[in-house]
């Protein structure tokens, strides 16, 4: 079946670490690419997203994501995380050949420690 | 300020009892949809709308049935609620449907005892 899968359940940083979440997809075809962020009490919001062009993405607040079409891959990276980064971050893929409806992966919890 | 309005917030239901959230957007957006948050499974798919008047079935459908009257409404109702539907639900619209970004409503956190 098709389905997004996000490696790491939980994950937890200390500030100025590095991130970098995994995201992999199992759809064929034509893909666009989504990161959405949930943080504490608050509703999902776009992180950053991929459509076609330089696989290399960058969103706000300093995240980027690369696509690699080979390894069906869009992982997530921060060079420096802070306390405020801490969140529930979700991988969402649509595809052409599954009804361009939005798949999410089952999510990752970050928490950073200050 | 534009954007997703959902009802109630959180809501406590009898098992066996009706239950209808609310959605209604502000944008225009044509598509909507209603997804379910259940803890490492991420957000699932009910049911969708990619116009007024049209609905689709998404990946856990069953137990829940929707309509969309019009393009700025699109309730989700629970005839008969079983504890298995705790969660917290999410409507969400965007442009059109597919690739679009969707934007998101605050979520109705409900429990079936």
């Known amino acids: 079946a098709q389905s997004v899968s996000q490696h790491n359940h939980h994950v937890i940083l200390s500030e100025a670490a590095s991130l970098e979440l995994g995201c992999n997809y199992s759809?064929?075809?034509?893909?666009?690419l989504f990161w959405y962020v949930q943080y504490p009490g608050q509703h999902l919001q776009l992180l950053l997203k991929?459509?076609?062009?330089?696989?290399l993405v960058k969103g706000i607040k300093g995240f980027e994501a690369e696509f690699i079409k080979s390894k069906f891959s869009f992982n997530l990276r921060k060079p420096s995380v802070q306390w405020s980064d801490t969140a529930e971050y979700f991988c969402?893929?649509?595809?052409?050949?599954?009804?361009?409806?939005?798949?999410f992966g089952g999510g990752t919890r970050l928490m950073v420690k200050p | 300020i534009a954007g997703i309005t959902q009802a109630p917030t959180s809501q406590i239901l009898a098992a066996g009892r009706r239950m209808t959230l609310r959605c209604t957007q502000d944008?225009?957006?044509?598509?909507m949809y209603w997804y379910r948050q259940d803890l490492g499974l991420g957000l699932r798919l009910i049911h969708y709308?990619?116009?007024?008047?049209?609905?689709g079935k998404g990946e856990v459908p069953d137990g829940y049935s929707v309509s969309r009257a019009n393009t700025d409404d699109f309730p989700l109702t629970l005839a008969s609620a079983v504890p298995s539907q705790t969660s917290v639900y999410f409507c969400?619209?965007?442009?059109?449907?597919?690739?679009?970004?969707?934007?998101f409503g605050a979520g109705s956190r409900l429990t079936v005892l």
């Open positions: 969400a619209s965007s442009r059109e449907s597919g690739a679009n970004v969707l934007t």
């Open positions: 709308s990619n116009t007024a008047g049209t609905t």
């Open positions: 944008m225009r957006h044509n598509a």
């Open positions: 991929y459509f076609s062009g330089d696989p």
């Open positions: 969402a893929v649509t595809a052409n050949n599954a009804g361009n409806m939005l798949t």
């Open positions: 759809y064929g075809g034509t893909v666009n």
